[in-house]
């Protein structure tokens, strides 16, 4: 039990499980939109690849800033094992994000899959770094983080592109936000690490003002089903359900919390 809860905090699912629920949501009201046409296994396969690859890329992002971590005193598990045994962890992880996707046996998912995978390695490592760029830093993190496998569904559905991409857009803009809270949370630490984050660049109350921004734009998209899809319950059904997800992801914005 207690190597499982260490393995846990290295891949710092507490992180990213919300991704997964959010995935979930997406899925429904896609599936809801679909009707006969039952992804249930794809999605399956889809939600194990998610697990890999979102550990995958965890554990390069503590394994990479794991120096940066012992400066601003994060007790991440990273600290506790030894280097090698990260290294094999993230070998395995990345292996087995990599070879998941062949079950589609479709040479495009096979492609994109390709290139989420090095994304997710340049967001954390040189010579791209994507993480330390304001802009990247944000937008990469958000896509890589369910939007870029979403669009699996893309080729596994392909008479349902436009609904597809709406929600893979409507999963971007949600993970802009919530990468802007992040910022937030983390300003005073990425200043003491000389991070070039987004929020650095531009100030926190900048940032706050931004976030403002996406938050409207995720309160926007609430609408949009019902002009994109003609059957009014299933649109409703469908922002009810993403309603429901962003009523916690609100909740931790700086107008309902104080951040030091």
């Given at each position: 039990?207690?190597?499982?809860?260490?393995?846990?905090?290295?891949?710092?699912l507490n992180e990213w499980?919300?991704?997964?629920?959010?995935?979930?949501?997406?899925?429904?009201?896609?599936?809801?939109?679909?009707?006969?046409?039952?992804?249930?296994?794809?999605?399956?396969?889809?939600?194990?690849?998610?697990?890999?690859?979102?550990?995958?890329?965890?554990?390069?992002?503590?394994?990479?800033?794991?120096?940066?971590?012992?400066?601003?005193?994060?007790?991440?598990?990273?600290?506790?094992?030894?280097?090698?045994?990260?290294?094999?962890?993230?070998i395995i992880f990345g292996?087995?994000?990599?070879?998941?996707?062949?079950?589609?046996?479709?040479?495009?998912?096979?492609?994109?899959?390709?290139?989420?995978?090095?994304?997710?390695?340049?967001?954390?490592?040189?010579?791209?770094?994507?993480?330390?760029?304001?802009?990247?830093?944000?937008?990469?993190?958000?896509?890589?983080?369910?939007?870029?496998?979403?669009?699996?569904?893309?080729?596994?559905?392909?008479?349902?592109?436009?609904?597809?991409?709406?929600?893979?857009?409507?999963?971007?803009?949600?993970?802009?936000?919530?990468?802007?809270?992040?910022?937030?949370?983390?300003?005073?630490?990425?200043?003491?690490?000389?991070?070039?984050?987004?929020?650095?660049?531009?100030?926190?109350?900048?940032?706050?003002?931004?976030?403002?921004?996406?938050m409207a734009l995720m309160?926007?998209?609430?609408?949009?089903?019902?002009?994109?899809?003609?059957?009014?319950?299933?649109?409703?059904?469908?922002?009810?359900?993403?309603?429901?997800?962003?009523?916690?992801?609100?909740?931790?914005?700086?107008?309902?919390?104080?951040?030091?």
């Open positions: 039990m207690k190597h499982l809860m260490i393995l846990v905090r290295l891949i710092r499980i919300d991704k997964i629920w959010l995935f979930f949501i997406a899925f429904i009201f896609l599936q809801t939109i679909l009707g006969s046409k039952y992804l249930y296994k794809e999605f399956l396969v889809m939600i194990i690849f998610l697990f890999f690859s979102f550990s995958f890329t965890f554990l390069i992002n503590s394994y990479k800033e794991r120096d940066i971590d012992k400066v601003v005193g994060k007790d991440r598990a990273m600290l506790k094992v030894t280097e090698k045994f990260v290294i094999l962890l993230i292996l087995i994000s990599f070879f998941i996707p062949f079950y589609f046996n479709n040479m495009y998912i096979t492609a994109l899959n390709i290139f989420i995978l090095l994304l997710a390695y340049f967001y954390s490592t040189k010579p791209l770094y994507l993480k330390s760029c304001p802009i990247s830093g944000v937008v990469v993190a958000g896509m890589i983080q369910g939007p870029l496998a979403y669009m699996f569904f893309l080729f596994i559905a392909p008479d349902y592109i436009t609904q597809i991409l709406f929600i893979t857009l409507w999963i971007l803009v949600i993970n802009i936000y919530m990468q802007l809270i992040h910022q937030i949370i983390d300003y005073k630490n990425d200043i003491i690490t000389n991070m070039n984050t987004l929020a650095v660049k531009i100030n926190k109350h900048n940032t706050i003002i931004l976030s403002y921004f996406f309160i926007f998209f609430l609408v949009l089903p019902f002009y994109l899809i003609n059957n009014f319950y299933i649109a409703a059904f469908g922002s009810l359900l993403f309603l429901l997800y962003y009523l916690p992801s609100f909740a931790c914005h700086p107008s309902f919390k104080v951040f030091e």
